[in-house]
């Protein structure tokens, strides 16, 4: 038992973090909303050379070979640059290719692994598909079905968001042979919409904790009144509280990034909680971070609005929060899915 | 106590009602925040003004039908159900024309209330300054006295239309040494002097919405001056009282999106779209609180017409209403489910309406007219007799 | 149109106000919790004196001959004073005998109204009979039916409650003939209930007033830090929000008090909509009372929990939260019963 | 990251299981806040003293373990799901314990620690007084040196199970012409010298829960002094520390909470008895809520195995924890419907349990242990680094 990161995940992390501060400054992010795919292929590229997209992609295939633990801590980054590239949608599908193996995965992961390649992942969770736009290959699900269709067999319909960094589609694609049926589509199905809303809410722990840190800062220096408005405790409090529910969200999201990395039984419920924690705490940081803001904050040339508005979709991919809210019931109330308290799992045989 | 309506103001209802399903738009207009939208929204209001109904509480002589503050009431419950435009001349109406009936001159009345009431001529406020929020009586754009004229020099902020609205009323320092609340003046200033530059501001929608207006040696003509000289803290506080009370947030617009909530909840359940559980109580809870909202307002009117006042109360519904509001539009975008981020323009968007641009201008309700931290000292040291310190 | 109280109805409030100030202090109230019955016969007395019990009963039966509208105002006092005695039951049960009129009304009502007779009412919003042990004559259903029994022909066993100045009891009768039956005891059961709600309500405004008056007290003469603790904006900002709760929760109220008083067709959720607001600002009330007082709050020979429990038992009072949010849902959303928004009633032909 | 028990872990959770099945009481002891009760609970820890699990994770050498925290809250999970009795010398083994681990000499160590264990001494804490309550470093009870005694004067509150207690620990002014956070000294002193007098106070329950201590002239020998003299406000913060933090609060309890609350959910919709549609979600939601407490507190419990500290984010535990007390109790006692308000001597009670008492005892939550507005405090200035003034 050991609830904690180990040092180089924490370096790993604080790597990523100096690097995206460096690279992908708000201004950044903000010029991404106006391009046409809002996605830029050098710059994945380079995230490829700093492992990002390779993470979960087998050692032997050019990847780091690590797991969703890894990834939790580097989602974060992500998250906190406000960074609109297709990470996650890219993880999903790396760990699809990974479960399918055979020739799909050995042509694709290598591709990943050197950013070559993007990956696009339909699922329950969302009648859109993010970043089909950019995607080279696209896992959609077709009457129970998975197949893998390559970018040039389909037709995508762009469905405005507003939030400027979510690209949205719709996808009709020509029905061939699908990579799995039956159980085994529905299995992988099930993995990849827990691991993008593991993933989802990883980047919206990094949200939040970035609509915090705005706050604060502006908070600080803003004077009213004589004195900086951080000053005032009504301001105080309502950071204070935004902040608890951060953190306990943090301990769900990592829990589930455990669930996910080693398919625990109670995988479903963990990720649910976890979504459901974190966005809730990014949607809270994000109305305390404008009210704290005042009107400078309701200002489209001010940064609260683009994290804000990254919570919001983030709330909405891999699940919405009633479809996560109904599956923490079917687990705590109901008990048709596996939930247990932390701690009082039975004993090992 | 009596909640039934009087035949006269039903007969008023039916009336609006009926000149309302003749006359409003049967389409939204474009926004008025857009050049286009603005003077469309324009061409409405002089519709209104034709018919009678552009300021239903005002003397006749000044556009309006004498009507007292509870037919006010009848026509706003009669428009938001009519879905009519928003008033684009809201800052002139609502705020500055209370105003200048209770400070104006005569001369002051009649040159600015009839072309208020007709919105030929539009009005934008210049309270807030960079430095001055929350905290408005840190102002320091002076207007300074040079024979008839007050020269302006500052800046001001957060001035809604600004861009288009034909006039600004404000509060300047007119003493350059005074301090605080003291020695500002409320002065009616025409956005087409030289020296005013105006920079539109866009809000989170990336629309535009405020401006920032600045004044370089800005001459204004002293008959300008609403109220005494020096005095203008206390005409502004009439001024913002209004603004938190009444008029801006008539309870029709509340309980008009109560009702849409709860329309669209009962459409999503009967498409077997997933819904909470909860979800059932929260909108019906909603529906309560927007009567609530009602229901006090008719109180608060009652007590005007026997002769009492409003006083720091309006704080009460600066919180009550903003709060409402955003919980408003999170549980009908929550009812939309994946869709709710989509714009409108999407096409997959379908019926999920402006809930989405209704949030977002339900974001704004607790930091606008004085953030609900600000109400909430209000509250606690004027009603409740906390200390100040 | 008029939303508004006349200047006798205020007249008639700050009288008893002043009455129950002087007559039934805390310690009063306090000491009742110690005694067998909880209830003071001689006071009760004192009470018709001043036309508490008598005010809904007719003038031609030696009452006041009111309303419910007058009757708002002068809960809210009993409430304000924590007064523990069964003017609720009795207001429920005179209005019973109006309806039923004849020899009933006859021999009751003036007896109530010169404090000779106390009622006691069992409704559908709780298995419990409160003030059975006192009232002289009992209001009780059985099978459809309402009966009318006087207390000799009753059987009572007490239900200690948390609220020293709530006392209940289940009840049992030998049925004899019932006063009515049918369609017309149903209606005459639920007038029962809707006008008992609306009164619990009306009392839980002054329970909510009594604890923030409470807690402004304390605040403004308790100091920490060098300063009086209300001076800080985090107490300040409760006690704000808890204020503008019991002021919108009043709009209700008294909406309700006019709906029972003219049997409005949407009595009903009116009555659910104000026994709601108002027990939850009452409840709201004691939280942040308490909260405000800290430790001493806390304690048995503060006043702060008098008024909290006052506040929790009238929650339960007269259909408990789960009761009132059904029927409001009802209106609401299955528009099964009648509920319209204020000023947006159809016109009048 | 490994979230999985060594087979250690688990043979140890087994062997607790064991002995808790055998040993636990059946039924509830009378109240540790009464005389009989409190005797009980002191029988119950020298039951528990000699199973070996009476202080898991102290050393050996003074009555416990020499277990590390995770076998602690392996422990505390067993702990709770037996049911046992609450731990009546709870300000003894987890905040006084602790502290005395950290400041106290070989001698302090070896003279109070073996009987805390087992509970031959019981503790009460002396912190607030009558004008020291959120703002501690208003302490005026003075101790002031008289060759090798400390003579002390003035007056303690809120000291849980005074009346019973052997022992009081607290914070004292030994420099009478200090102010605020210098001039304190830990102290510790036997209930029972000349000059203490002891009187309860009741909790709103009505039931005794806590006293004043009174001090006149109260002679205490100086080698009672824990940490240097001077320094208690050091000495005090890491025993608040702990006490906000990890002992007293073992995750277990919230959990053992939330699972009660969705079996008495199960059951009230099994017996079909009226409960609002949210109540399925906000069940739900409070077992994620002690859930997440459970792993926050795993969390932290290996970053302390790691070598890390516990600082300012107790505050954080504290607010959370306490808050979501009260909302599980709140929920508890909605389910029970008319019945809430019962005491459970009431005839129709039946099997209402004790969601009224654990709502009473919820309340105090944000109140002690420094009131949640003094956490915010400490997490919005020590955590986020908003300014102080």
């Known amino acids: 038992m050991d609830f904690d990161f180990n040092e180089d995940q924490r370096l790993l992390q604080q790597a990523l973090r100096d690097f995206l501060a460096g690279e992908c400054p ?324 | 106590m009596d909640l039934t309506y009087t035949a006269e103001q039903d007969a008023f209802r039916k009336e609006a009602r009926a000149w309302l399903e003749a006359n409003a738009p049967s389409a939204p207009l474009a926004s008025f925040d857009t050049k286009a939208g603005f003077e469309a929204h324009r061409e409405w209001e002089k519709t209104l003004h034709a018919g009678g109904f552009a300021m239903v509480p005002w003397p006749v002589e000044y556009g309006g039908r004498g009507a007292d503050l509870l037919e006010w009431l009848v026509f706003e419950e009669e428009y938001y159900r009519a879905g009519a435009p928003g008033r684009v001349n809201q800052n002139g109406i609502f705020l500055l024309g209370p105003t200048i009936m209770e400070y104006g001159t005569p001369e002051q009345k009649a040159r600015f209330l009839p072309k208020m009431a007709s919105s030929e001529e539009v009005w934008c406020q210049g309270w807030s300054e960079p430095n001055a929020g929350s905290d408005m009586a840190a102002i320091q754009t002076t207007a300074v006295r040079d ?19 034909h006039w600004l009323f404000g509060l300047f320092r007119t003493d350059p040494d005074s301090k605080r609340h003291k020695g500002l003046s409320f002065i009616l200033a025409p956005m087409d002097l030289p020296g005013m530059t105006v920079r539109p501001i866009q809000k989170i929608n990336g629309k535009a919405a405020f401006s920032e207006v600045f004044f370089d040696d800005v001459r204004v003509p002293v008959e300008n001056l609403l109220g005494p000289e020096g005095e203008g803290w206390n005409v502004a506080m009439a001024t913002a009282g209004f603004e938190r009370g009444l008029m801006l947030r008539s309870p029709a617009r509340f309980q008009s999106t109560a009702n849409r909530l709860v329309r669209l909840y009962r459409k999503t359940v009967e498409r077997g779209a997933p819904v909470a559980p909860g979800m059932r109580e929260r909108v019906a809870r909603c529906w309560m609180d927007a009567e609530a909202y009602s229901l006090n307002t008719y109180q608060t009117v009652s007590k005007l017409l026997g002769g009492g006042k409003i006083g720091a109360e309006a704080s009460l519904n600066k919180i009550f209403w903003s709060e409402l509001d955003m919980r408003m539009h999170e549980l009908g975008l929550e009812l939309l489910g994946p869709r709710a981020e989509l714009l409108p323009g999407a096409p997959a968007a379908g019926d999920v309406g402006d809930w989405l641009d209704g949030y977002i201008f339900a974001l704004s309700g607790p930091i606008y007219a004085g953030t609900n931290q600000i109400q909430r000292n209000i509250i606690a040291e004027r009603i409740l007799g906390l200390p100040r310190k």
Chains 1, 3 share one sequence.
């Open chain 1, 26 to 349: 708000p201004a950044w992010v903000r010029a991404q909303w106006e391009t046409d795919t809002g996605r830029d292929g050098p710059f994945w590229k380079r995230l490829a050379e700093v492992g990002v997209p390779g993470l979960l992609v087998p050692e032997a295939q050019g990847g780091l070979g690590m797991d969703e633990t890894d990834l939790a801590l580097l989602l974060e980054e992500t998250g906190r640059a406000g960074l609109a590239e297709p990470v996650v949608a890219t993880s999903v599908g790396v760990a699809l290719l990974r479960e399918l193996s055979g020739d799909l995965a050995a042509e694709w992961l290598p591709k990943v692994a050197s950013g070559d390649a993007r990956l696009a992942v339909g699922h329950a969770g969302s009648p859109f598909v993010a970043d089909a736009h950019v995607a080279d290959l696209l896992f959609l699900a077709n009457e129970g079905a998975l197949h893998a269709v390559p970018a040039a067999q389909v037709r995508i319909e762009a469905q405005p968001s507003v939030d400027g960094s979510q690209r949205l589609f719709l996808v009709g694609f020509d029905v061939g042979e699908p990579v799995a049926e039956g159980d085994l589509a529905q299995a992988l199905l099930d993995a990849a919409l827990d691991r993008g809303a593991f993933c989802s809410a990883a980047e919206a722990l990094g949200v939040a904790d970035r609509l915090i840190e705005l706050a604060v800062e502006y908070a600080t220096q803003r004077e009213q009144f004589g004195v900086a408005i951080g000053s005032f405790q009504a301001v105080k409090h309502m950071l204070a509280d935004v902040k608890v529910e951060l953190e306990y969200a943090r301990s769900h999201v990592y829990r589930a990034a455990h669930s996910v990395a080693t398919a625990a039984p109670t995988r479903a419920v963990d990720v649910s909680m976890a979504k459901l924690a974190a966005c809730d705490a990014a949607n809270a940081a994000a109305k305390i971070s404008l009210q704290v803001h005042g009107a400078i904050g309701y200002t489209y040339e001010q940064d609260v609005h683009v994290w804000m508005k990254r919570a919001w979709s983030l709330d909405l991919a891999y699940g919405d929060s009633v479809f996560h809210r109904g599956r923490l019931c079917a687990g705590v109330i109901d008990q048709t899915i596996p939930a247990f308290a932390f701690g009082y799992q039975p004993l090992n045989p």
């Open chain 2, 147 to 165: 024979g008839d004229h007050f020269v302006i020099n500052g800046q001001k902020t957060w001035a809604s239309r600004g861009a288009y609205a």
